[in-house]
Structures are given as C-alpha cells and as structure tokens.
C-alpha cells in the first residue's frame, strides 16, 4: 500500500496549515515550492500572507501617542477649548460622574477606567518637564516614550521569520507593476505594512494601486488613510477614509475615522460619526464601545454606563462593558451590584489578579467578610508584577483600617511602599496612622512625599 500512496499537493498543504493558522509550517511548505518554481506566484503570495499574519497587530485599537507624536504635533488646535468639547482639558466636562474625592484619577485628571486600554495610558502632560517626570505606568499620563520605536521593534520580526535574509527585498521591487496585479497587491501591502513596516514603500503602491483600480476601490482608500495616520498626516487621512466611506459603509472605516478624530481632539465629531455608523449598522458592539469610551474619557460617566449597557444587549459576554460596569455601581456606593458583574466575569474565565482584587473590595465593601480576605489571598498568588503586589496591600491596608487593626494596617502600607515606593496614596495613609501616634515630624514628611508624587491627589494636601 505504502508504494501506492500519494504525497498531498504541497500547495494544498500550504494552504490547510494556514486555514489552520499553522504559519510556520506554511511558509516553510511555500519556501520549498519557491525553491523548485521560482516564479509560482500562488506559493509566493501564499508565503507573503503567512508572514504578514505571524506578526499581524489589528490597527483600529492599538494607538499609543509617544513624546514624539505630542511635542511635534503639527495640527493646531484650540488652547482654549470649549467646556465638553475636548479630550486633553480634565474636568471640563459636564458629566455627572463621582467627584476625585470618590473616584481616583489618573496623572492627566480623568478618573480611573474600569478597563486598562492602550489610549487610556497616554494623558497629555502640558509640558515635556512634566511627561518626562511621570513615571511609566498604567495608572500615570506619562506617553510611551515613542510610539513609532514600538512599530520599528515589530519590524524586526522579519529577522526572526527569515533567518537567511528578507524574504522580499523591497528596493528592488517595481511596484508599479504589481500595482496593475489587484491579486497579488494586496497581500503585498500588508506583507510592507504590517511586516516590514516600511509605511513609505506602502504608501507609494497604494496610490500607485489605487490609481489603477481608477479611485474606485474602497479598500485601497482605507490603506492609503492608514499609512498618512501613521505618518501623523491626520488631514489627508480623514479625506481618504471620508472618501472610502462614500464608496463602502464599513465598520473598521468609521473606526479609523473616529481614531483620526480622537487624535486631532474632536471628540464630538468622533460621536457623531459612530452615530451615524449606528444608522447603517444598528447594535454594532464596537461603535457603541467607541461611543462609551469617548464618554468616560470626557468625565461623562452616567452616558458612558448607558452606551456599556446597549454594548451588554448585544454581547453579553464583553469583558470591557462589564468592567466599567461594575466600576462605575463600587465607585456610586453600590458594592452589591458590582460584586455581580465582577463574579460574572469570574464565570466567563477571566482570572487575573486585577478581577480578585476587585471581588475582595466589593465583598469588604458588601460587608461579606467572609469572602474578603480569601479573595485578596488569591489575588496575591496570581500577582503579575510588583506594582500589582503594592496595589493589592494597599487595599489590604484599608480592610484592616475598616476592621479597625491598625497595625496590621502599618505593615501593609509599608509593603505596599516596599513594592512600589511611588505609590502616594500609601505614603498619604501611612502620614495618618503616623499623626495617630503621634510622630508629628514623620506625617509632615510622608505628606510631603505624597503631594510631590501625586500633585493631583487631594487629600495629601487637605491632611
């Protein structure tokens, strides 16, 4: 039998590895058929699509401003902008959502979101002094020291995929001429823009693309925008999205275009605009997180919550509707409401150190004493880094001053500094249980500390 047997079509094979997502092995399958047919241009496409998929980052929600992309902003904007019209002024929306004395927030002023996302990391700092001296964390506003590094270090995976030297090598490339193939261009493109990263090479065969298909192909529109946003051209941008919404309604279009106006700090366009996604595509979960999104950055809780809800009738497992969710019921006293949202997140299998430590202030806060101490336990067994370790201390402290052990207190707030000493609210507690005992000298000086740390902290500076 085995003498009869016949080897599979290796493109055939190819092909299935990369349905299956296997896209090593499908390269390797397509690099053997390159060595023996030079000029197959199935398998050279093929191989293009598979490494363009190993490195392949979905653009609509990774978006980091770094201190490049700040300071060296070209599009004017108003300085003084209009109460609830901007992104960048904290506090001057007219949201009913708890005040910072309730609600904690971040570097920038915008309180705390009940979901860690990529733009909410990047406040803007007014002045370079300031975004350098924040220290980088989740819970700061200092921008990621430059955006376009992180897209050069993903470039170099084509040094990993293709030990032996770059599969393609662009500056020898005739793009004219594969801009005339519709087949193959594409997967050419993203192979340049998502693998190599060379935007400029990519922008050149999109327009030389799109002029072939005579400006009537929606997709090469929003590639084109894609490659001017990464440029930081946010005009030309919006134009080549606008104009590939004209052609085609589709969803990731107004998603792109929203994120070009988040940028340029339109905020109310940006609404707009998912409203008017909203009337082509009734229920879409991602314009109505958009929707929310904008709403609690601009400090507009109750609106926010409302568009979380709408996202929750359409996919009642969305982890980040949940979230904010139940956030927003611990931070409006109502601890009851927001143990239920956490636990269903519990039952959807996520299972982090952030969701424990969530359940064990609810239950403190709930007055189920019982589970309290048991979930801090287990956010402490699944703890990430050593910031996560002083958060969870700190609240450890703060059950142990609700129970009235203030020497347990004591150590953990001294744990918590001793994992991350940048942690103001612990030295703001422990200046507190200092005065209690009346180590007048030490409280001023753990004050101090706290107000230098977190000049947006109110209580250091009332204490």
């Keep these: ?60 929600d990774v978006d980091q401003e770094g201190i490049a992309e700040m300071m060296l902003d070209e599009s004017s904007i108003a300085q003084v902008a209009r109460p609830g019209t901007s992104l960048r002024l904290p506090g001057t929306s007219h949201g009913g959502g708890p005040t910072p004395a309730v609600r904690p927030t971040t570097h920038s002023g915008r309180p705390i979101t009940g979901f860690v996302r990529p733009s909410t990391q990047s406040g803007r700092p007014g002045t370079m002094e300031q975004a ?37 090598n662009l500056s020898r490339l005739n ?48 590639q084109l925008g894609k490659c001017y946003y990464r440029l930081g051209l946010h005009r030309e941008a919006e134009k080549q999205f606008r104009s590939a919404l004209n052609h085609q309604e589709f969803v990731d279009t107004y998603l792109y275009l929203a994120k070009v106006y988040q940028r340029l700090d339109q905020p109310i366009t940006a609404l707009n605009l998912f409203k008017q996604g909203l009337d082509y595509f009734p229920g879409e979960v991602t314009l109505l997180t958009g929707i929310a999104r904008i709403h609690e950055e601009m400090n507009n809780i109750p609106s926010a919550t409302e568009y979380y809800k709408d996202v929750l009738k359409q996919d009642n497992t ?15 006293d109502q601890p009851e409401i927001a143990l239920r949202f956490y636990r269903r997140l519990l039952q959807m299998g996520v299972y982090n150190c952030q969701l424990y430590n969530n359940l064990g202030l609810c239950c403190f806060y709930a007055q189920q004493y019982d589970m309290t101490l048991s979930s801090f336990e287990r956010a402490l067994s699944l703890v990430a880094n050593d910031e996560e370790l002083a958060d969870v201390w700190y609240n450890l402290g703060h059950v142990a001053v609700g129970i009235g052990e203030l020497t347990l207190a004591y150590q953990c707030f001294k744990l918590a500094l001793a994992n991350n000493n940048d942690h103001a609210e612990a ?37």
């Design 427 to 463: 030295y703001n507690n422990l200046a507190v249980l200092e005065f209690r005992k009346q180590r007048i000298e030490q409280a001023k000086a753990f004050l101090q500390t706290a107000a230098s740390l977190a000049p947006h902290i109110q209580d250091s500076k009332s204490n």
């Design 1 to 60: 039998m085995s003498a009869m047997e016949v080897p599979m079509d290796p493109l055939f094979l190819a092909w299935s590895y990369f349905r299956r997502r296997k896209f090593q092995q499908c390269s390797e399958v397509c690099t053997k058929m390159l060595e023996d047919t030079p000029y197959d241009q199935a398998a050279w496409s093929l191989k293009t699509r598979a490494l363009t998929e190993m490195v392949y980052i979905d653009e609509v």
């Design 175 to 222: 793009l004219a001429k594969y801009a005339q193939k519709p087949n193959l261009s594409k997967t050419l493109f993203e192979y340049i823009f998502h693998h190599e990263n060379d935007v400029k090479n990519a922008l050149d065969l999109a327009a030389l693309a799109t002029e072939h298909a005579q400006f009537k192909d929606w997709w090469w529109k929003v």
């Design 132 to 168: 350098i001296k924040t220290p980088r964390t989740a819970h700061t506003a200092r921008p990621v020291t430059s955006a376009s590094g992180r897209f050069v270090r993903l470039g170099t995976a084509s040094m990993l995929t293709n030990p032996e030297g770059p599969f393609i």
């Design 318 to 332: 969305h982890v980040e509707a949940i979230a904010c969710i139940g956030s927003n019921h611990f931070y409006t």
